[in-house]
């Protein structure tokens, strides 16, 4: 996985074998993304690598990821969910996100036409860091299954790592453990994730 920012605009986030070669989402993207680190190199965010990619701190918290996609480059908000988003700039990850936001971009056309709207979102974003915001986390509403809570009582130390996840990763799990209609099959993806769960990992995270 990459570790150099500098290096992630021409070789890409690492986490695949397309890195440095035109396939790669990063040098499709190349010249949006790019941009976006220029437009952050104005703010007061500090410039760091994780997971691969550029992600801008306050504080040592995250604010800003700048995200590459097959379909999209753009800027990733850790709190976007708190933004007014008045213009609907902002988009979900998917039905199961709770705190992040996307802003995103397919023509760097579109970025420099958004250039100010982009960088007030922006601004609203490092404000919400200065104030201490917190996103609200979500009420599990899943079912525990039976069988999760068997393996709960014979591995407390499971139970314990299974609540130390973020809300989201616990109802990823359970809506995937009760997906099955039988018993066993529960059990057995159960048992297939318990080392995940244990590692303090999310269903999708490898």
Not at 21 to 36: A, E, G, N, R, S
């Amino acid at each position: 996985m990459q570790k150099n920012v500098d290096a992630y605009f021409t070789e890409g986030c690492g986490r695949c074998k397309l890195g440095n070669t035109p396939d790669c989402k990063v040098v499709k993207w190349q010249q949006i993304l790019l941009k976006l680190r220029k437009l952050l190199e104005d703010t007061e965010l500090k410039e760091t690598c994780k997971w691969g990619s550029p992600v801008y701190t306050l504080n040592k918290k995250n604010v800003l990821q700048i995200v590459a996609f097959k379909e999209f480059a753009g800027l990733s908000f850790f709190k976007g969910t708190l933004i007014k988003d008045e213009h609907k700039l902002l988009s979900s990850p998917g039905s199961n996100s709770h705190h992040v936001r996307f802003a995103k971009f397919t023509t760097i056309e579109t970025l420099l036409e958004k250039e100010n709207l982009l960088m007030a979102y922006v601004k609203e974003a490092i404000a919400i860091e200065k104030k201490g915001l917190k996103v609200e986390k979500p009420t599990i509403t899943e079912t525990i299954p039976e069988e999760l809570l068997a393996k709960f009582q014979q591995q407390p130390v499971l139970e314990k790592a299974f609540y130390n996840l973020t809300p989201g990763r616990q109802r990823g799990y359970l809506i995937y453990f009760t997906g099955a209609k039988q018993s066993a099959t529960r059990e057995n993806r159960i048992e297939k994730y318990t080392a995940h769960i244990l590692s303090g990992k999310g269903f999708h995270d490898k």
